[in-house]
């Protein structure tokens, strides 16, 4: 079957560096993404990642994948007040082409 | 560039009364179209998803109905709400291959509705 999931809460220091994890079921995921939703607004793409990839950096971002552990991990350096947000990862199953699968959301706090 | 619109942003309907969110994308043609439900601090429910017009796949059954009368518009309706329906809707729309596959989406702002 088709599932994601993701921890739902992550608390961390200004500055530091946010680890945000994911895993996922279907091995014939040919692209896994990562949105942000900001309080009362849509979804936001933030990057993406295609199946054939280990690694994408995107300034601040960087998504590791391990297709063997079906983990996908989005790290965010120096968070910053302004990335206090709910960060969703998402599937493209190639079993169910024109659906994305969506993870339950990881709300991340930024403390002073 | 391609813009997707969501409108009312904010409803509250009382328990029996119909309602009616539309989303409209402009820049674009043949888009995939979703509607999605979000309950308060939940993750995103797919509620339905059309590949063309009038072409509607439901993901889950409820007191909900969509329809998609042109190309790039995409309206989810009901009936009677029920309390159960308050949540916070999101329209998004996504590339088609050639292939019929599907990748990345771009979400409208939300509708949050409240059914009192």
């Known amino acids: 079957g088709e599932d994601v999931e993701q921890s739902l809460f992550l608390s961390v220091r200004e500055g530091d560096s946010s680890v945000i994890n994911c895993t996922y079921t279907d091995s014939s995921s040919t692209y896994l993404y990562w949105y942000k939703q900001e309080p009362g607004a849509g979804l936001q793409l933030l990057t993406y990642?295609?199946?054939?990839?280990d690694m994408k950096q995107d300034q601040r971002l960087t998504v590791l994948l391990n297709k063997k552990d079906k983990h996908l991990s989005l790290r965010i350096a120096d968070t910053q007040t302004g990335d206090s947000a709910i960060y969703f990862c998402a599937e493209s199953p190639y079993s169910s082409a024109s659906k994305i699968i969506f993870g339950s959301g990881t709300r991340l706090s930024i403390r002073p | 560039s391609q813009t997707i619109h969501q409108w009312p942003a904010t409803l509250v309907q009382p328990v029996g009364s119909p309602l009616s969110l539309e989303c409209t994308v402009e820049g674009t043609s043949n888009p995939n179209l979703y509607w999605y439900r979000q309950a308060a601090g939940r993750g995103l429910q797919l509620l339905f998803y059309s590949v063309g017009i009038g072409q509607i796949s439901s993901e889950v059954p409820q007191n909900l109905s969509a329809s998609r009368p042109q190309d790039r518009q995409f309206i989810l309706s009901s009936k009677k709400l029920l309390l159960s329906d308050s949540g916070f809707y999101l329209c998004?729309?996504?590339?088609?291959?050639?292939?019929?596959?599907?990748?990345?989406?771009?979400f409208g702002s939300g509708t949050r509705l409240t059914v009192v």
């Open positions: 998004a729309w996504s590339v088609q291959t050639t292939q019929g596959r599907s990748y990345g989406y771009t």
């Open positions: 990642i295609f199946s054939n990839m």
